[in-house]
T-cell receptor, first 111, second 118 residues
Framework: AQTVTQSQPEMSVQEAETVTLSCTYD???????LFWYKQPPSRQMILVIR??????QNATENRFSVNFQKAAKSFSLKISDSQLGDTAMYFCAFMNNDMRFGAGTRLTVKP | DSGVTQTPKHLITATGQRVTLRCSPR?????VYWYQQSLDQGLQFLIQYYNGEERAKGNILERFSAQQFPDLHSELNLSSLELGDSALYFC?????????????????FGPGTRLTVL
């Protein structure tokens, strides 16, 4: 069974600084997708970034980028130039036949 | 606004009762997914439907059941409720189903239904 592990329950960063959130997963599949979702206090689930396992190039979306290491089964999220609005829970997710989420990392951006 | 609607927003009920949560997918989406999020935890996949047919099953209890109707809306039925069933229940929809990690259809999440069992 696929499992997703986020080892950092909470993190904080100063505004305008860079922070990296960690995620590891376990699977025997070769084809899959990885995601980072943001859940602000409103509880809405918002897709931040997506990575296809067959792509070696790391995905980037504006200030958000990932470091995808397929052999190590690692998928970290880097947030550059952190903004107060980035304060939220961040969930790493793995998708093959269904979607599996990690337990989340609570990120606080401090002014 | 994702285009996925869920009703009700909040639901408070007692142990032993039965409730029904409703989800309307985005226009054009054929797949519906249900997730449970207990307090400060990640989302647990419950079940997926595609065009009326059950497509995948996750950690769904036998006390829970779901269905997708011909108009593509879906209902999640929770019965013999226990205190531990208190959670945020999300519905998501996508154009097509997931397919072994070789096809991608973005899931759009609804705002969730917060269920409180007293």
């Amino acid at each position: 069974a696929q499992t997703v592990t986020q080892s950092q329950p909470e993190m904080s960063v100063q505004e305008a600084e860079t922070v990296t959130l960690s995620c590891t997963y376990d699977t025997s599949e070769n084809n899959y997708y990885l995601f980072w979702y943001k859940q602000p206090p409103s509880r809405q689930m918002i897709l931040v970034i997506r990575q296809e396992a067959y792509k070696q190039q790391n995905a980037t979306e504006n200030r958000f980028s990932v470091n995808f290491q397929k052999a190590a089964k690692s998928f970290s999220l880097k947030i550059s130039d952190s903004q107060l609005g980035d304060t939220a829970m961040y969930f790493c997710a793995f998708m093959n036949n269904d979607m599996r989420f990690g337990a989340g990392t609570r990120l606080t951006v401090k002014p | 606004d994702s285009g996925v609607t869920q009703t009700p927003k909040h639901l408070i009920t007692a142990t032993g009762q039965r409730v029904t949560l409703r989800c309307s997918p985005r226009s054009g989406d054929l797949s519906v997914y249900w997730y449970q999020q207990s307090l400060d935890q990640g989302l647990q996949f419950l079940i997926q439907y595609y065009n009326g047919e059950e497509r995948a099953k996750g950690n769904i209890l036998e006390r829970f059941s779901a269905q997708q109707f011909p108009d593509l809306h879906s209902e999640l039925n929770l019965s013999s409720l226990e205190l531990g069933d208190s959670a945020l229940y999300f519905c998501a929809s996508s154009v097509g189903p997931t397919s072994g990690g070789t096809s991608y259809n973005e899931q759009f999440f609804g705002p969730g239904t917060r269920l409180t069992v007293l």
